[in-house]
């Protein structure tokens, strides 16, 4: 039956009909011990309690505050301090839920029982910790819980109103001191204060001089019934003997903890929290006048204790690991292990066979085998659960993927050295050797004796990269924290070892000169590489045994430079030349180049012919136009830019550049008065007589073309330069400079004429 105040209000509001398990949707707390995610009464959280590793006598605490209230989850890591109750928390029978949980300990509530689990026992605490500290209403709760609810309000009801926790009275009928051969005793356990009975606890008995009757034994064990009373008959072994009644019992403390966080999450809630079961006893002496011979001595009780390791001890500790103590199916008492390891000695125990129960293991660790264990009169019995009969952790496992940083692809062939921080320290003291990745690109270590691996901190280095792939120093070395029970992975991307091909563009006309704006494709022999890119740019030629890899064009110097992946062989082809250049047709290729080659960066020297046109000019005496003159020198000037993939050559003292031009080249006509000149196309050009013959007077004209292309012929015009001799006469104005050939043009060569002699 639930206290009116709660019936009444859960009556006034009825719960939602969603209420029960739902995840969480701030997430599932870190620590969570027993209970589960849940709506109750319109709040969404966890319902449950927390642990193991509080500072609690139980190592676990469930939220002080109300549900869904707001604050972080509690964790251990918190630094927990005693605290007052939280403000507004209504604290009168707050003390008697505290026996209810300590004494929910000793009768296995937590572990659950036919009715409801042991996440059933966790949420129905927290429902009616928060009916009674928050009047709360109860919300809609399904058969487990409930059934949980309702013990913790009988065992709370009990408490309500008591000073102090249980007390054990034992007595003869009327309170007699003595009997004569047999008689009854009377076991009760009540609360100081209230006087409220305390039912379902297990009593043990041992007597001296005596037998019980029910089974012949001078041992026997009980439960109190609803009025908290056990009475066991018993007869006297003797005619006159001394009767020593030895009663043993373990019942809750009365009274409730609260904690707050004092480091990490401060905004996290406080707990609430049990204290652990106390044990009783006492020793009674009865007269009993009876025939017989005196009975033997009872004998001593004995104790067990319980020291445990795990095989994880860097990360996971059996603090808070517990153990039942079981004579068939009842629980005689319950032990939990400290920070040492240790646990006991128990209650004391009458000599015989028992059973060892580890009924919460530790965080992280699988639960051990059933420990059967016979006590000694007066000894202590103690276990010792180590190395295979210890604790062992979940086991984890870790995959170790290697793909191409670009595609992604899973590459085979790469070596991973795995180390293990046993101590959880920071130092990875512990090697577990190397994998290899599969074609698929992975690995999966294992401990030295072929095992999965132990939780905890790893660190995977990578030793050796994939064939054809170089490492990257900034990630060869990866951390990796695996839980209990955890698949983890790491992936690890390599980029393909390259090196650099250079292309250089040289004037094939002046081999010093480097040629820029000269585009080239790069294609790979063979199998290509991972980075070769999906799509050619249009109009890419195709080759057999060839792909396409890139594009580029040479700088100023004529140089191009390309970053290939070793191991193969490459072909530049040129795309486009540059202006007044002929594109080279030719396809020109390395042998393989390897990471291992000497030198493995290479240069492709190619050179460029120019797309050219001659220029021919001849000398003549211009009185006698049929009289060609040998050794008149000429300056060949280019009208406007120089043009490109050319060096201006030096300009002497002697010679005047025409604003506008360049000096390109100079020359003297030769033995028939001739002079040629191989000029670029797309240029217009101008000659200008520099060193006159001996004899002859200077030409002080310009004589010029219009723009020559090589589109045409190949030869461009031929210029007829008139010279006079020494005698005074001077060029007729409109003699102006004989062209021969067709469609050139003569820019002002005769203003141009007129133009020096002025100057002379």
Not at 69 to 84: E, H, I, Q, R, V
Not at 265 to 287: C, K, Y
Not at 308 to 335: C, H, I, M, R, W
Not at 665 to 675: K, V
Request: some cysteine; hydrophobic content about 40%; overall charge negative.
């Amino acid at each position: 039956m639930l206290p009116l105040s709660v019936a009444q209000s859960a009556r006034a509001a009825p719960p939602p009909p969603h209420d029960g398990p739902a995840p969480c949707t701030a997430g599932p707390p870190p620590d969570p011990y027993r209970g589960y995610c849940a709506t109750y009464g319109g709040a969404n959280t966890y319902f449950g309690s927390y642990g193991l590793g509080f500072p609690t006598p139980l190592g676990w605490g469930m939220c002080a505050w109300p549900a869904g209230s707001g604050g972080a989850y509690p964790s251990p890591f918190y630094n927990y301090a005693l605290t007052d109750p939280p403000t507004g928390a209504d604290t009168r029978d707050l003390m008697a839920f505290g026996f209810a949980m300590s004494e929910a300990v000793v009768t296995g509530f937590w572990a659950g029982n036919g009715s409801f689990n042991a996440d059933q026992a966790a949420v129905a605490a927290k429902l009616y910790y928060d009916a009674l500290a928050w009047h709360t209403p109860l919300p809609s709760m399904d058969a487990g819980v409930t059934a949980a609810v309702s013990i913790l309000y009988n065992l709370t009801v009990n408490a309500i109103d008591a000073t102090a926790p249980p007390v054990l009275g034992v007595s003869l009928p009327g309170g007699a001191t003595s009997f004569t051969t047999s008689t009854t005793v009377t076991v009760t356990i009540n609360f100081p204060g209230s006087n409220q009975p305390l039912a379902g606890v297990t009593v043990l008995l041992g007597l001296q001089n005596a037998t019980f009757d029910a089974n012949g034994a001078t041992a026997i064990s009980g439960v109190t019934d609803s009025s908290g009373v056990a009475s066991f008959p018993l007869t006297a072994s003797g005619p006159v003997v001394s009767v020593t009644l030895t009663t043993v019992t373990r019942v809750g403390q009365y009274g409730i903890l609260f904690l707050r966080p004092t480091t990490g999450q401060l905004n996290a809630q406080e707990i609430v929290a049990a204290a652990d079961p106390i044990g009783m006893s006492r020793v009674d002496v009865f007269t009993a006048n009876a025939p017989g011979p005196p009975p033997p001595p009872p004998p001593a009780p004995g104790s067990v204790s319980v020291h445990k390791e795990g095989n994880d001890p860097g990360y996971f500790s059996v603090v808070g690991a517990q153990f039942e103590v079981l004579s068939g199916s009842t629980v005689l008492d319950t032990l939990s292990i400290d920070a040492s390891g240790n646990a006991g000695p128990s209650a004391p125990l009458a000599p015989g066979s028992y059973v060892l129960h580890e009924s919460v293991p530790p965080p992280g660790y699988q639960p051990v085998a059933d420990h059967p264990f016979a006590v000694l009169a007066g000894t202590n019995t103690a276990i010792s659960l180590t190395g295979a009969d210890g604790d062992l952790v979940y086991p984890a496992q870790v995959t170790i993927f290697k793909r191409d940083r670009i595609t992604g692809v899973p590459l085979a062939g790469a070596v991973f050295d795995v180390a293990f921080d046993p101590t959880n320290s920071g130092s990875f003291t512990q090697d577990l050797g190397t994998c290899t990745t599969d074609a698929g690109g992975q690995c999966a270590p294992t401990g030295n004796d072929g095992s999965d691996l132990l939780p905890g901190d790893y660190q995977v280095t990578e030793v050796a990269a994939p064939p054809g792939y170089a490492l990257d120093p900034s990630s060869t070395v990866r951390r990796v924290e695996l839980g209990a029970g955890e698949a983890g992975t790491v992936t690890f991307t390599d980029v393909e070892a390259t090196t650099s091909l250079f292309v250089q563009k040289s004037n094939a006309t002046e081999p010093n000169q480097g040629v820029p704006d000269a585009t080239y494709d790069l294609f790979v022999q063979g199998p290509p590489p991972q980075s070769t890119p999906p799509t050619p740019p249009p109009g890419t030629p195709t080759f057999a045994n060839m792909t396409w890899y890139a594009i580029g064009t040479t700088d100023a110097g004529g140089h191009l430079g390309f970053t290939i992946p070793v191991g193969y062989s490459w072909c530049v082809l040129e795309r486009s030349a540059p202006q007044d250049f002929l594109i080279d047709p030719g396809l020109r290729c390395t042998a393989r180049i390897d990471a291992t080659t000497p030198d493995p960066v290479k240069t492709v020297a190619v050179s460029e012919a120019v797309a050219s046109v001659t220029l021919d000019a001849y000398k003549f005496n211009a009185s006698h136009p049929g009289e060609r003159i040998p050794g008149a020198s000429y300056a060949l000037f280019v009208n406007g830019s120089f043009p490109i993939g050319f060096t201006p050559p030096p300009v002497p003292a002697a010679i005047s550049v025409p604003p506008g031009m360049s000096l390109f080249a100079t020359a003297t006509t030769d033995a028939a008065g001739s002079l040629s000149f191989t000029v670029p196309s797309g240029y217009a050009w101008c000659l200008e007589e520099v060193g006159v013959p001996t004899g002859y007077l200077r030409d002080d004209g310009l004589h010029c073309t219009a723009v020559l292309t090589s589109s045409g012929a190949l030869r461009g015009p031929t210029l007829a330069l008139p010279e006079l001799a020494a005698t005074g006469t001077t060029i007729p104005l409109g003699l102006g400079v004989l062209l021969v050939g067709s469609g050139v043009a003569l820019v002002g060569a005769s203003g141009a004429s007129r133009r020096r002699q002025g100057r002379r």
